[in-house]
């Protein structure tokens, strides 16, 4: 199950709803080993497209290295589908390369409605799990 606080989910949306029609992407780190998101970092879409997200490899590059810095790991990589469900595609399957991380799918498609849900990807394999948002 991914714990997550209301804030955090709250700027994960608008920066989909934001970046939209192009979908967004970005990261939530927490303290190294731990299952706790607590760093919101948005990151730019590279690929600046409606169908498909890439994070340009030297922002992703400090990225890591900051975590590294500051004994983070990536609790959630999220992203968004401006015009499908909140659900994995096989592109996002084959690129996940974060096995402990929670991937976070949010669709814009519907102006009235986000969907906001959490997945595991391993080894090519996708299991939903429930997501908990702690109110502050």
């Known amino acids: 199950m991914l714990t997550i606080r209301r804030e955090i989910v709250d700027a994960i949306i608008e920066h ?3 970046d939209h029609p192009d979908e967004a992407c970005g990261v939530v780190a927490g303290p190294a080993g731990s299952d706790r998101p607590e760093r919101f970092i948005p990151m730019l879409n590279a690929a600046r497209s409606p169908t498909f997200y890439e994070f ?10 900051e ?10 990589i999220y992203h968004s589908h401006t015009a499908t469900e909140a659900y994995p595609s096989r592109t996002d399957i084959s690129i996940a390369s974060e096995p402990f991380a929670h991937y976070v799918l949010v669709s814009t498609r519907d102006d009235h409605h986000t969907e906001f ?3 595991r ?3 090519g394999d996708v299991t939903e799990e429930k997501v908990k948002i702690i109110e502050p």
């Not at 340009?56 to 290295?65: A, F, G, P, T, V």
């Not at 975590?67 to 959630?76: A, G, L, N, S, T």
């Open 117 to 119: 849900r959490s997945f």
């Open 67 to 76: 975590m590294d810095e500051r004994d983070e790991d990536p609790v959630v």
């Open 121 to 123: 990807i391993a080894d």
């Open 16 to 18: 989909a709803r934001r």
């Open 56 to 65: 340009d490899s030297m922002d992703l590059l400090r990225l890591y290295r």
